[in-house]
C-alpha cells in the first residue's frame, strides 16, 4: 500500500490526483505550467507537461475596480469643514445666540439676534456635494485574485495521491533557481573574465513559472501562485505519508485584464 519510490507517479498519463471516482470533470480543477512563445501566446509547457487535478473548495474569484472620486475636496467642506458642518447641522445656532444675546430691552441686540437666526437656518439641512464633485472615474485595477483550497486525499497510495500532487504545487509557486551569491561585483567580475553572461550577473536567479487554471469550462491563464498554505497539522498513515490534505492557494493574473481577457477565458 506505501509506496518508498521518490519518484512522482503518474495515475494517468502525465496527470497527479488523488482517485476521484463518480466524481463530475466539471468539478475537478487542473493546474498545469505554461510557457510564453516568442509570438507572444502562453501554451502548456513542454519541459513540464505535468497536470495537477484536484476538486477545488471555498474557490472564488475576486476583481477590484478602483473608482475614484477626485472631485470631492472641490466643495466648501473641504476649506472649512468644521464650520460647515456646524452650519449644516445647526450647532452654530446656539452660539449666535449666546454671543448677542443681552439686555432684552436693546432692540438692536434682538434685531441682529433675529436676523442671524433667520440666516444661519437657510443652511440647516443643506450640503456641496452635487453630481460633478461626486462623479466617480476609472483609476485602474490590480490583477484579479484567485482563492481556492485544493482537496487531495488517498485510497490506497498516499504518495501518488496526495504528496506528489502538492509537491507540484510547491515547485509551480517557488522560484526556479536562486543565485547562491549575493555580490553582483563578484558576478560581474566574472562576466568580465568570460565565466558568465552579463545577463547572468545582473539578474542571475529564475522566477517561479507561469501556470494555467482550467475549472469548470474556463481556462485561466497565465498565473502566478502568490500564496500557497501547507497544513503539515493533516493526518498521516503509520509510515508517516500524508494521506489527506486541503490546500489553500492564492493565484493572481499576470496583469490587470480586460473584455477580451474575459472571453478568451470561456473559449475553450
Known sequence: MNRTSSQPPSLEGNSLSSLWDGLSPHLIASFYEIKKSDDGVWSRAKADPVTVLAPLSEASMEISLSWQSPFEHAGPESRAPTLLAMLQSGALMPLIDAF????DASSMASQAQQKSNDFIRQFEGRTGITKL???????????????VT????????????????FNKLMEWSLPVKLSPDGSVLARSAQAVKGNTGFIDALVPSIAPTMVAMKYKNRIYSPLVIEFIKDPIESPVDRNGRYVEKAVTMTLATLTAIDRDDWVKYGSL
Open 100 to 103: 448677542l444675546k443681552g439686555d
Open 150 to 165: 485544493a482537496l487531495f486525499r488517498a485510497w490506497s497510495d498516499p504518495f501518488a495521491e496526495v504528496e506528489a500532487p
Open 133 to 147: 464633485n461626486s462623479m466617480q472615474v476609472f483609476n485602474g485595477m490590480p490583477p484579479v485574485k484567485f482563492q
